[in-house]
C-alpha cells in the first residue's frame, strides 16, 4: 500500500485489531518474517516451502527439497539465505538469488529446531531429537560438526558434591531449543527439565546455566536489538529476561544471573502456549494457545495483559505466530487447516496526499468559481503544456531506506512470473512485476456461466448448436407411452 496515502497516527500504533485476510498454499506448519518484512517464508508440512510477498501476498518463490514437514526457518541478516529444518533429519541452505539449495546437511536424527549465526550464514546451530546439539560450519562444501552439551554448567565445587541423583539427570538432559545471542557470541539452549544453557560460541563450552522451571523448554526468542529474550516452557508460563551487556569489563561471567523480568500465564484457563513472539520495538509479547483460537498480547512495562486476538472459527487451533518486524501485524497458522491468518489495523487512506490543493471537508463547502476556470486556450498551447508535462522525470529505480535501518545495497529477491506449477487451493497468479491475484473463477472456459446450470448433455447441445453443428437426437419415450 502507498505509504503517503496512510494516516500517520494510525501507522504509529503498535498492536493489531482486526482480522484482514488469510493465505493458504498447503497445511501451514512454522512462518517466519525475513529482517525487512517484506517476505514471509512458510514450511508446509509436506517439506515445500513458500515464499510470500508481503506487499500483494502472492506466491513469490517455490522451495523443494525436503520429504517430511517442516519444524523451523531462520533467515540471514541480509535476506538472501535461508535456512530450513526438518523431520527428514536434514536442513537445508536456500540461496533465494535462484532459489539453488546451496548446502544439505544430514543429521542422526529429526530436526526440534535449527537457527543461522546473525552474522554469518554459513553457521547454524541445531537442537536434535534425543540427541545433543550440534554446531555446524558449512562454509566448506564437507559440514563440520561440534557437538555442545546439554548438561548445566556447575562450579567446581558443585561438581565434587553432586549426589548420584543429579549426576544421573545430567546424563539424561536433552536439548529442545537453540538461539543464538544478538552478537553471536553466545548460544542459548533450552532443557527438557527446564535449564537454560549459556554456550561460548567459539570454544562450544557452557558457561553459564540457571533452571527457569521443571517443564521442557519449547522456545527461545529474542528481540530485534538483541537485549531481551523470552522463553516458552510447557508449565503454562511466559518469562522475559534482560540479557547482560558481555561488552562490559565489569561483567564477571562466573557470578551474574539471568533474571526473570515478567512472568506471563492465565490463571483462569490455565492455558498452556504454543508460539511466542516480540513486537518490533520489543514493549509487546504475543502468544498462541494450545486447544484454542486465541492470541494474547502483553505489555512489558506493567506485565499487564492489553489485548486477545481470536478467530473468527472457534475450531480452529492457533499453532506458530510472528510479528512483523515493522509493523503492527502478526501472522499465525491454523494448526488443523493449515492457514495462514493475518492481524493488522484498519487504514484508511489520505488522499489529500494526492494533491497538495487537495482538501478534504466534513460537509459541503460553497465552491467559488474562478473567472479564467472555463477560459479557452489555444490548441498550440495546450499541447505545449502537454509536452512539458511529459519531459518531466519520474524517478522509478530510487528506493528509500526503509525504516528498519537497512541499507540501499541490501538484497532483493528478484520477482520469478512464473514460479512453477501452483499448486495453491486459492490458485493464485501473477499479473505483473511482483503483482498477484486470484484466479477468477471460470476465468479460460467457454460458456462459464452455461456450464454451472443443466446436464452434461443439455451443455454439449448448446455449445453445438451455437457452433451450427448440432444434429437433431431422437426424442426419449417413457416406458409404457
Known sequence: MNQELLDPFIVAQELPEVLCGKLRSGHSSCV??????????????????IIFDVETNGIARKLRGHTRQIQSLSWSSSGRYLLSASQDWKCVLWDLQDGSRLRTVKFEAPVFIAELHPHNHFQFVAALFEDQPVLVDI???????????????????????????????????????????????????GTRFGWINMIDTNTCETIYSTRLSTKIILFIRFTSSGEDFVVNASD???????????GDTSLDIDHFSLEVEHKFQDVVNRHTWSHVAFSPTGEFVAASTF???????????????????????????????????????????GA????????????PQRWSALAPDFVEVEENVEYVEP????????????????LDREDEHVDVLTM????????????????LLDVGGSDSEDDII???????????????????????????????GRRAATNGSAKPQASKRRRGE
Open 32 to 49: 517466519r518474517f525475513n529482517r525487512r518484512g517484506d517476505l514471509l517464508a512458510s514450511g508446509r508440512a509436506d517439506g515445500t516451502v
Open 400 to 415: 528509500e531506506p526503509s525504516k528498519n535501518g537497512l541499507s540501499e545495497g541490501q538484497f532483493r529477491m528478484p520477482v
Open 236 to 246: 503454562g508460563i511466559i518469562r522475559t529476561l534482560k540479557l547482560p551487556t558481555f
Open 430 to 460: 501473477a499479473i505483473g512485476a511482483g503483482q498477484f491475484r486470484r484466479r477468477t473463477p471460470g476465468q479460460g472456459k467457454d460458456w462459464a456461466g452455461e456450464e454451472s446450470a443443466g446436464s452434461g448433455e443439455d451443455q454439449a
Open 139 to 189: 562454509s566448506a562444501d564437507i559440514p563440520k560438526k561440534r557437538t555442545l552439551s546439554s548438561a548445566p554448567h556447575r562450579t567446581p565445587v558443585e561438581r565434587e558434591n553432586v549426589s548420584e541423583k543429579q549426576a544421573a539427570q545430567d546424563a539424561k538432559q536433552q536439548t529442545t531449543v537453540a538461539a543464538f545471542t544478538g552478537t553471536g557470541n553466545h548460544i542459548l539452549t
Open 371 to 386: 473567472e479564467d476556470e472555463f477560459d479557452i486556450h489555444p490548441i498550440e498551447e495546450l499541447h505545449k503544456r502537454r
Open 291 to 333: 486447544g484454542s483460537h486465541d492470541i494474547y498480547i502483553w505489555e512489558r512495562k506493567q506485565g499487564s495483559l492489553v489485548k486477545i486476538l481470536a478467530l473468527e472459527d472457534d475450531k480452529e487451533e492457533v499453532g506458530a505466530v510472528e510479528w512483523h518486524p515493522d509493523r503492527p501485524f502478526i501472522v499465525a497458522c
Open 336 to 347: 488443523s487447516e493449515g492457514e495462514i491468518y493475518l492481524w493488522s489495523i484498519q487504514t
